[in-house]
């Protein structure tokens, strides 16, 4: 079996944060072809202000598109956030939830940005009948990302793989439309998204710092391991002592 190469595959790699200080060093990556970013992404990089933050991330990515989310929890604020997300940058997508918390289907928002020309990338999909609602109301022509949450579904014992391969098959009549494989648990789920013809997958700080594992020689990496192992026991102080031996009773007359 061949090693697999980072560099062989078709799929779009975006990077998935908002640690300001990572987007500008993985911008310098030409192998990451965009970004996302979502509201907990940016609680937990401590993002105080999300214009300022939209702004500076702007900056560092000029040439790839990029992905900010809308806050509001119902269609008005929804569309109204849209707007003015979109007017940040002639590359941002703005990422709208396929529902609000209530439940409620966000189509008819979804229908009018991209009437509009407004790119969007509708988030949170966990279902093939989300995607098929989604790929009603998406504009023909107008650039469009669909993001399923494989690594999520995954985490319910369900295997997304057959579930993305069919939610391609959804989107075909949809060429604007490109799937995003979300939420990846591991990096093997790059190659298992690329394997099926998925658009794009995004990629956390973690999983990109795991390249330079892709296609290592697994003997070497066996032996790394065990090297790992015995360094960390030996700079704990860890040591399981010798047993004794028992020592033998010498049985005297006044035992007998």
């Known amino acids: 079996m061949n090693a697999p190469s980072i560099d062989a595959l078709n799929i779009k790699i975006f990077g998935d944060g908002a640690d300001l200080a990572t987007i500008q060093r993985t911008s310098l990556d030409p192998r990451i072809k ?3 970013t979502n509201p907990s992404l940016m609680r937990a990089a401590g993002v105080g202000d999300y214009r300022t933050f939209g702004c500076a991330a702007l900056q560092m990515v000029r040439d790839r598109p990029i992905c900010f989310e809308v806050l509001g929890d119902d269609l008005a604020t929804i569309t109204h956030e849209a707007r003015e997300i979109a007017s940040w ?7 709208l939830p396929v529902t609000t918390t209530r439940g409620e289907f966000c189509g008819p928002a979804i229908a009018e940005l991209a009437r509009e020309g407004v790119k969007v990338n509708v988030t949170a999909i966990l279902t093939l009948s989300q995607v098929e609602l989604v790929r009603d109301v998406l504009d023909a022509t107008t650039p469009a990302i669909v993001s399923v949450f494989a690594g999520r579904i995954a985490d319910t014992g369900r295997d997304p793989v057959a579930m993305m391969s069919e939610a391609l098959d959804i989107l075909a009549d949809r ?4 799937l995003l494989w979300a939420s990846p648990r591991e ?11 998925c658009h794009i997958i995004t990629l956390s700080a973690d999983l990109l710092k795991k390249f330079d594992l892709v296609g290592k020689d ?7 391991t065990v090297a790992m192992f015995r360094n960390d026991a030996l700079a704990a102080g860890y040591e399981l002592s010798p047993r004794k031996p028992a020592r033998k009773r010498v049985v005297g007359r006044n035992d007998r």
């Open 187 to 197: 990096l093997l789920n790059l190659f298992q998204a690329d394997a099926i013809g």
């Open 218 to 224: 697994l003997d070497v990496y066996s032996r790394e």
């Open 89 to 95: 940058g002639p590359n941002v997508y703005v990422k």
């Open 34 to 36: 965009g970004f996302t």
């Open 175 to 178: 060429p604007a439309a490109q």
